[in-house]
Structures are given as C-alpha cells and as structure tokens.
C-alpha cells in the first residue's frame, strides 16, 4: 500500500511515539518488528547509519507488509531509490535537503525534512511541507524552542527526534502540533545485538502505554 504524507501523519498521531532504528545486521529486522508490533508499535524508522538499512527494510517490508516503514537518515539521492526500492513508505531526513525533498515529491514519495531553526522551516513550507522531524530536538532548544517557533509557523505537523526519552517525551506529546516522537531508548543498538527481545518487549511496553494516557 501506498501512503500520502496526510495518512502517514494520521498513522503517527496514532502511535505517538516511533522506533529509531540503527542496526548491524539485517536479519535483526525481523524478530524487532514483531517484538515492536506485538506490543502495540506496528512501525519503523530504519536509519541508514549503517550498511543493513535497505536489506532490513527488504526483509521488514517482505515478512511485515501491513507495518508503517520509514526511511530514516536519508543523504544521498542513492540511499532514497535504495529505500524507495527496498518497500519504505516514506523518506525521513536529518536536514532539510531541496534536491532530496524535491525527488520525493516527483517520486510521489512522503518525506519529513529536518528543521530546526526559521530558515530551514521557511525552506520546507516554500516546497509546500508541513510535516517536518525537529532534530536534533533536545540540543536544538527542545520543547521551548518548538513553542517558540510555532509563533509564526502555526500550521506545522512535528516528529521531534533526537534526546527524547521516557522523561521529557510527554512534554514534547503536551504540544498540540507534535504528532509523535521519534526515540531510540527502547530500541538500543546493544540490546537488539544482544537479541534481548523480551527486555525490548518491556520497554516498547512501557512507552506505548506511557504516549497513550
């Protein structure tokens, strides 16, 4: 299935928060996906700050066709065809790249372009975006400055990703325009490597039921 940018915003109002994947090997895309799914997150951010991202999302897309993929940490025009091919639903970058945003909208592919400052805000909305990722959300001002700049920019949807975590993800959540949060604390590189499902389980557990009081 293909998602528009409105249906995926819609998706992630749904889940409140979402996984921020980084893995080494791609296989560990499977038994995390059904962990993630079976304890309520039925979505991903696959980050391509690693070599295994376009076959994790291959394997994810294959064995999971109905869970929500992102791309995540998207760079290069490479790694967007290679995640495009590979199944991801929809493009997540760290900054706010024209060439990269314009592909995907020729491409008729959602994309999240990071911003985290007026100009790059302006950038996005000049290209008709209004669901933009703030990163790195807590060096960048966090919840203070996402006030701030939702002065002027009234309209905006927001993911901020980047040092959320258990403690601060409720004060991000409190601002009507942030639909989710991406976050990583439950997904940590070394508990995947150390196949530490059931610990993973627990913690995915414990966020989703904290986003949904």
């Known amino acids: 299935m293909s998602y528009t940018t409105e249906q995926i915003v819609k998706k992630l109002a749904e889940l409140k928060v979402i996984p921020v994947i980084a893995l080494d090997k791609a296989e560990d895309i499977l038994p995390l996906a059904k962990t993630l799914a079976d304890n309520g997150l039925p979505v991903l951010e696959i980050t391509f700050r690693s070599a295994a991202a376009e076959q994790a999302i291959r394997l994810a897309r294959q064995h999971y066709p109905d869970i929500l993929i992102a791309a995540g940490t998207v760079l290069t025009t490479e790694q967007l065809f290679a995640a495009k091919n590979a199944g991801a639903d929809c493009i997540v970058t760290p900054g706010f790249n024209p060439k990269i945003v314009q592909l995907c909208q020729d491409l008729a592919l959602p994309v999240m372009p990071g911003v985290n400052n007026p100009m790059s805000i302006e950038a996005a909305l000049e290209m008709e ?85």
């Open 129 to 213: 975006i209004n669901a933009v990722k703030f990163f790195p959300a807590e060096a960048s001002g966090g919840v203070k400055m996402i006030k701030a700049l939702l002065g002027p920019y009234g309209d905006l949807n927001i993911m901020p990703t980047g040092g959320v975590n258990i403690n601060n993800i409720k004060d991000y959540l409190a601002i009507p325009n942030v639909v989710a949060c991406g976050g990583s604390w439950f997904v940590e590189k070394s508990l995947i490597n150390g196949q530490k499902w059931n610990e993973i389980g627990q913690l995915v557990q414990e966020a989703v039921s904290l986003v949904q009081k």
